[in-house]
């Protein structure tokens, strides 16, 4: 979480954030009732992904990368 306010505060760039086990992360925090609350805004649900598996959080990073390549940054 410290990386995602990282990102969402403009000190980090955009990267791919993965939360692994969808059921547990929607059971224990719901996003989205956060968002309509005002807690976090709804921009900022696009921030992270769920993945289940090796391949879906490979397939989120490497889909991530082809939109957002790296630009040699230090960032």
Request: cysteine-free; charged content about 25%.
């Amino acid at each position: 979480f410290e990386v995602l306010t990282l990102v969402q505060t403009g000190k980090k760039r955009r990267l791919p954030i993965i939360l692994f086990g969808s059921a547990y992360w929607n059971d224990v925090i719901n996003f989205r009732n956060m968002a309509k609350w005002g807690y976090i805004s709804e921009e900022d649900l696009d921030l992270f992904k769920f993945a289940d598996t090796a391949e879906d959080a490979w397939k989120i990073i490497t889909d991530f990368y082809a939109v957002h390549p790296l630009d040699g940054g230090s960032h």
